[in-house]
Protein backbone atom coordinates (compact mmCIF):
# COMPACT_ATOMS: atom_id res chain seq x y z
CA UNK A 1 0.00 0.00 0.00
CA UNK A 2 1.18 3.87 -0.53
CA UNK A 3 0.30 6.36 1.72
CA UNK A 4 0.20 9.95 0.99
CA UNK A 5 1.06 13.40 3.03
CA UNK A 6 0.52 16.64 0.91
CA UNK A 7 1.61 20.00 2.86
CA UNK A 8 2.43 23.66 1.57
CA UNK A 9 -0.78 24.88 1.42
CA UNK A 10 -1.97 27.93 2.53
CA UNK A 11 -3.49 31.45 1.96
CA UNK A 12 -1.73 34.16 -0.64
CA UNK A 13 -2.58 36.98 -2.80
CA UNK A 14 -3.17 36.80 -6.86
CA UNK A 15 0.40 36.74 -8.37
CA UNK A 16 2.12 34.85 -5.15
CA UNK A 17 3.44 31.30 -5.07
CA UNK A 18 3.50 28.14 -3.55
CA UNK A 19 5.15 25.25 -2.95
CA UNK A 20 3.16 22.10 -2.40
CA UNK A 21 4.60 18.76 -1.00
CA UNK A 22 3.71 15.35 -1.09
CA UNK A 23 5.51 12.63 1.18
CA UNK A 24 4.78 8.89 0.22
CA UNK A 25 5.39 5.78 1.88
CA UNK A 26 4.59 2.08 1.87
CA UNK A 27 6.36 0.98 -1.62
CA UNK A 28 8.80 1.81 -4.13
CA UNK A 29 8.55 5.94 -4.88
CA UNK A 30 9.93 5.16 -8.21
CA UNK A 31 7.24 2.74 -9.32
CA UNK A 32 4.76 4.97 -9.44
CA UNK A 33 3.35 7.39 -11.40
CA UNK A 34 2.39 10.83 -9.49
CA UNK A 35 -0.48 13.37 -10.22
CA UNK A 36 -1.90 16.49 -8.79
CA UNK A 37 -5.68 17.55 -8.81
CA UNK A 38 -8.07 20.02 -7.22
CA UNK A 39 -11.32 20.31 -6.26
CA UNK A 40 -13.49 22.69 -4.97
CA UNK A 41 -17.77 23.13 -3.88
CA UNK A 42 -19.85 21.75 -6.61
CA UNK A 43 -17.07 20.84 -9.51
CA UNK A 44 -15.08 17.81 -10.50
CA UNK A 45 -12.36 16.91 -9.18
CA UNK A 46 -9.73 18.45 -12.01
CA UNK A 47 -6.60 17.21 -12.79
CA UNK A 48 -3.74 19.47 -12.80
CA UNK A 49 -0.36 17.91 -13.62
CA UNK A 50 1.29 14.60 -13.55
CA UNK A 51 4.75 13.61 -14.05
CA UNK A 52 6.22 9.66 -14.76
CA UNK A 53 8.17 7.13 -12.33
CA UNK A 54 11.63 8.77 -13.51
CA UNK A 55 10.47 12.01 -13.89
CA UNK A 56 10.83 12.12 -17.79
CA UNK A 57 7.55 13.27 -18.66
CA UNK A 58 5.46 15.57 -17.50
CA UNK A 59 2.09 16.98 -18.27
CA UNK A 60 -0.20 19.38 -17.44
CA UNK A 61 -3.56 21.03 -17.88
CA UNK A 62 -3.80 23.79 -20.18
CA UNK A 63 -5.17 26.37 -17.16
CA UNK A 64 -2.07 26.10 -15.24
CA UNK A 65 0.37 25.06 -18.29
CA UNK A 66 3.37 27.61 -17.66
CA UNK A 67 2.45 28.92 -14.28
CA UNK A 68 2.89 25.56 -12.37
CA UNK A 69 6.10 22.90 -12.00
CA UNK A 70 5.27 19.10 -10.79
CA UNK A 71 8.77 17.55 -10.14
CA UNK A 72 9.65 14.48 -7.78
CA UNK A 73 12.73 13.53 -5.69
CA UNK A 74 12.52 9.96 -5.19
CA UNK A 75 15.71 9.79 -3.05
CA UNK A 76 13.37 11.34 -0.53
CA UNK A 77 10.48 10.00 -1.57
CA UNK A 78 8.81 12.95 -2.22
CA UNK A 79 6.50 14.99 -5.14
CA UNK A 80 6.26 18.67 -5.43
CA UNK A 81 4.09 20.81 -7.11
CA UNK A 82 5.66 24.66 -7.46
CA UNK A 83 2.53 26.84 -8.17
CA UNK A 84 3.69 30.57 -9.64
CA UNK A 85 1.48 33.15 -10.52
CA UNK A 86 -1.37 32.39 -8.53
CA UNK A 87 -4.92 33.25 -9.56
CA UNK A 88 -7.95 33.35 -7.32
CA UNK A 89 -9.72 30.46 -9.69
CA UNK A 90 -6.68 28.66 -8.11
CA UNK A 91 -8.60 28.61 -4.88
CA UNK A 92 -9.37 24.45 -4.46
CA UNK A 93 -8.17 21.51 -1.70
CA UNK A 94 -5.12 19.99 -3.73
CA UNK A 95 -4.51 16.23 -3.74
CA UNK A 96 -1.56 14.05 -4.43
CA UNK A 97 -2.19 10.72 -5.76
CA UNK A 98 -0.62 8.07 -7.27
CA UNK A 99 -0.98 5.42 -10.14
CA UNK A 100 0.38 2.27 -10.86
CA UNK A 101 -0.57 2.26 -14.57
CA UNK A 102 2.53 2.83 -16.52
CA UNK A 103 1.61 5.95 -18.48
CA UNK A 104 0.71 9.43 -17.19
CA UNK A 105 -2.70 9.50 -16.97
CA UNK A 106 -5.50 13.19 -16.48
CA UNK A 107 -8.00 10.55 -15.58
CA UNK A 108 -8.71 10.52 -11.63
CA UNK A 109 -10.44 7.24 -11.51
CA UNK A 110 -6.96 5.38 -12.84
CA UNK A 111 -4.98 6.50 -9.67
CA UNK A 112 -5.44 4.14 -6.92
CA UNK A 113 -4.06 6.29 -3.74
CA UNK A 114 -5.13 9.53 -2.30
CA UNK A 115 -3.81 11.92 0.09
CA UNK A 116 -6.38 13.83 2.60
CA UNK A 117 -5.89 17.04 1.03
CA UNK A 118 -4.64 21.05 1.50
CA UNK A 119 -5.93 23.48 1.01
CA UNK A 120 -4.71 26.63 -1.35
CA UNK A 121 -6.45 30.06 -1.00
CA UNK A 122 -5.61 33.11 -3.04
CA UNK A 123 -7.18 36.08 -2.59
CA UNK A 124 -7.59 38.91 -5.01
Known amino acids: QVQLVESGGGLVQAGGSLRLSCAASGRTFSSYVMGWFRQTPGKEREFVAA????????YYAVSVKGRFTISRDNAKNTAYLQMNSLKPEDTAVYYC?????????????????WGQGTQVTVSA
Open 97 to 113: AVSDRYYITKISTEYKY
Open 51 to 58: ISQSGTYT
